[in-house]
């Protein structure tokens, strides 16, 4: 393979990586605030604190809210991407700093300093939040006509619309509860929406009790259309649901006062945790629990700004959180909800131009995949190849008579799938069908003990995985009778069985009829079904096996290589870094003079450009239209050069508690592709990649709105062709 600095990028007439990247941090403006420094790592160098990293994170996707030349309803899906990510980080990040905070811990990593430290930055990234959709995104979307109307801004007509649409779809499901001893505080689900009201008066028994709940359950829409009668030519009106309810809760409480009030909602802690070595059925173990996630320990109660002392004191002693942890917030607490609106405007002036993902380009429409694969190697690019062409394998593969044996792991494919009908349909045609489904992948558990249930009653071989053990792999391999011989035809992936986020997400399929890689995979689904040790295994990487230690031997062998005066250079993609394992191995090729660019997307706690620590290790972060998700590992020591693809993240859960593959790409037009697409592009990214600095911040790409990005130009590459009269527009 020609040498990386050779090759010529997908975004054309750029300088080198390295001057790129310096212009970057010359001409970045504002930076986000740093993560803290965690600074109790015995002996070891400077590592950034992970939680505060995944924060910055979400930092760098709230920026594509406030960028003005994103379009309108992309930037309210910025937005509440942006909470949504928050919520998953209360749930699964802030319990171990919350349990520290209120014992008074003062040592180790979740120390009271620590909780305090963590809210202040979710205060401030929320108080941004909606500052940004109350002074930019509300006026905006009045200017094309969109409003969400208050109860204080409607008409006499629209009030009595709102009064009819509450009494026929949402009282008759309210069921407001005065609080007494007989009325203890009810159960309140996770996320959900609530009201508290403080009451004046007597209730029917002549006591004074004062406070009562409204939940308000799931199913209720939370922004509903007005009808065009009520609205101005060329207007589109609607109400929340939390607006609707407010107007009305004297309806809910006859003859008694209203005198206080607000919205709240209650965010738990919603990581499972489960002692699988304990437990006789996991499958059963985890549905169980599933009914109780939503009522674990709290972690952030949300109120509406204006709610009185008193009811947010009473809140929060129900919940038994501290104040750090009562969020006020300048509209609806649910803000994810939000996404509702882009769905019900849906104007494609406000909306990224669609894209269409473009059939694999390595694939011969009309000409049998396995057939194609007995020839070469296939790499498909999501989203900018169409996930189509693995489903067309899978399909031929369940019509195909001569195909006996189909295996597959299942992580995240969703609660409608069609690959998971095609595997019933398999079972259906008298195929051995193998599924090794991991039923404890975070908030999907649900859909894959259902997946689970439905493949075990028709008959196929369902596994697990391994105790102890996430299988985050993600492989197919199906086996074929041909004359008198069996052929294994086979399918690794960066990325999820997932049709729906393999339009969203970017990620690298890899279709292949090698031997030796098969062999390996068949051995890998052995391994999993009958929890033997795995075999010798002769071109994958297995994790917890092998995986850490054989990325840990080729950084040092660039380090080495480095230190002989010989070209030395690692390029890594990943999604996060915060294994100290490997950071510390990169550390040391770095001083011993290799040249190393990674590009995470998330969480990176190695800091980068410390003088004298890691002045030769530059990190970037690229956010862009779609989900980075690609798992791209480079390395050349010397004349050797080893390019590898994973569904594993750079973190000990993937190396030491997940089951995971890596593979190595050997054909030259593969490899040429790989790093032209993934890793150059992305080192010239001006557009859309931020640069890790010394203390921690991140500064933003020097040209966010006319810079050259990678995705726009894979879009490009992949899209159809531009007519010709465009492309003379665009050159005068």
């Not at 986000?32 to 400077?46: D, H, K, L, R, S």
């Not at 019509?399 to 295996?407: A, E, G, M």
């Not at 050259?708 to 894979?714: F, I, R, S």
Request: charged share 25%; aromatic share 8%; hydrophobic share 40%.
């Amino acid at each position: 393979m020609p040498s990386f600095s050779s090759r010529k990028p997908v975004i054309s007439q750029c300088d080198s990586p390295d001057d790129r990247q310096e212009a970057a941090r010359q001409a970045a403006a504002e930076p986000v605030p740093a993560p803290v420094v965690a600074a109790a790592v015995p002996g070891a160098p400077m590592f950034l604190d992970r939680d505060h990293s995944i924060l910055g994170f979400n930092e760098r996707v709230f920026d594509w809210a406030v960028r003005t030349d994103v379009p309108l309803l992309e930037r309210l899906r910025y937005l509440c991407i942006v909470s949504s990510n928050l919520d998953e980080f209360f749930e699964v990040r802030a319990a171990a700093h919350l349990t520290a905070a209120k014992s008074g811990e003062g040592k180790g990593v979740y120390t009271e300093a620590s909780f305090v430290a963590l809210a202040s930055k979710a205060h401030d990234l929320v108080a941004r939040q909606y500052s940004l959709y109350n002074d930019s995104l509300v006026p905006e979307f009045a200017r094309h006509g969109i409003r969400i109307v208050s109860h204080g801004e409607r008409s006499a007509a629209q009030r009595s619309w709102v009064h009819e649409y509450f009494m026929r779809e949402v009282r008759p499901l309210l069921i407001p509860v005065g609080l007494d001893p007989a009325h203890p505080f009810p159960q309140v689900a996770n996320k959900s929406l609530n009201f508290i009201v403080r009451l004046h008066g007597h209730d029917a028994f002549g006591r004074k009790n004062e406070v009562a709940i409204v939940k308000v359950p799931r199913a209720l829409p939370r922004l509903v259309r007005m009808p065009p009668r009520l609205a101005a030519k060329g207007e589109s009106l609607f109400v929340s649901l939390s607006s609707i309810i407010r107007a009305h809760l004297d309806d809910l409480f006859p003859g008694r006062e209203v005198t206080e009030f607000s919205q709240f909602r209650v965010t738990r802690h919603s990581d499972l945790a489960l002692d699988e070595e304990d437990v006789r059925n996991l499958r059963t173990a985890l549905r169980q629990g599933l009914q109780h996630r939503h009522y674990g320990q709290a972690v952030r109660l949300e109120v509406s700004a204006g709610c009185s002392q008193f009811l947010s004191r009473f809140l929060l002693e129900q919940f038994d959180l501290p104040e750090p942890a009562l969020y006020r917030v300048h509209g609806p607490v649910n803000l994810v909800r939000l996404t509702q609106l882009v769905d019900l405007v849906n104007d494609p002036a406000l909306l990224f131009p669609a894209w269409r993902s473009a059939w694999p380009r390595q694939l011969v429409p009309g000409v049998s995949i396995m057939e194609q694969l007995g020839k070469r190697d296939v790499l498909m690019h999501q989203p900018f190849e169409s996930f189509d062409g693995l489903l067309a394998f899978l399909r031929e593969a369940v019509n195909d008579p001569q195909v006996l044996v189909i295996k597959q792991t299942i992580y995240r494919t969703g609660a409608d799938s069609e690959l998971m009908d095609l595997l019933t349909e398999a079972v259906r045609r008298g195929k051995e069908v193998m599924a090794v489904v991991e039923l404890k992948a975070r908030f999907d558990e649900e859909a894959n003990i259902n997946w689970a249930e439905a493949l075990e009653s028709i008959g196929a071989q369902v596994v697990y995985g391994v105790v102890g053990l996430k299988t985050h792999a993600k492989m197919l391999l199906v086996t074929r009778r041909e004359g008198r011989q069996l052929r294994r035809y086979g399918h690794l992936s960066t990325g999820n069985y997932n049709v729906r986020t393999a339009r969203l997400y970017t990620d690298l399929s890899y279709l292949t009829a090698d031997e030796d890689t098969t062999a390996d995979m068949d051995g890998v689904f052995n391994h999993l079904a009958s929890q033997n040790r795995p075999p010798k295994l002769r071109k994958l990487l297995l994790a917890p096996f092998h995986l850490q230690r054989r990325m840990i031997e080729k950084i040092e062998q660039v380090g080495l290589a480095a230190s002989r005066g010989e070209d030395a250079r690692i390029v890594a993609k990943m999604n996060a870094l915060t294994d100290e394992a490997l950071m510390r191995a990169l550390i040391v090729a770095g001083q011993r003079g290799a040249r190393i660019d990674l590009i995470v997307r998330g969480a990176c706690m190695l800091a980068a450009q410390v003088p004298g620590v890691t002045d030769n290790i530059r990190v970037r972060s690229v956010i862009g239209r779609f989900l980075e998700h690609t798992r791209v590992f480079y390395f050349r020591a010397g004349s050797e050069e080893d390019l590898y693809l994973s569904s594993a993240d750079w973190m000990n859960r993937n190396m030491m508690r997940r089951v995971e593959l890596a593979w190595p790409v050997t054909e030259p037009r593969l490899r040429r592709q790989i790093v032209d697409e993934c890793l150059v592009a992305y080192l010239h990214d001006d557009r859309d990649a931020w640069t890790l600095n010394p203390d921690g911040t991140y500064a933003r790409a020097p040209h966010p709105e006319d810079g050259q990005g990678a995705q726009a130009a894979l879009m490009v590459r992949y899209g159809p062709p531009v007519p010709v009269a465009r492309v003379e527009q665009q050159g005068t």
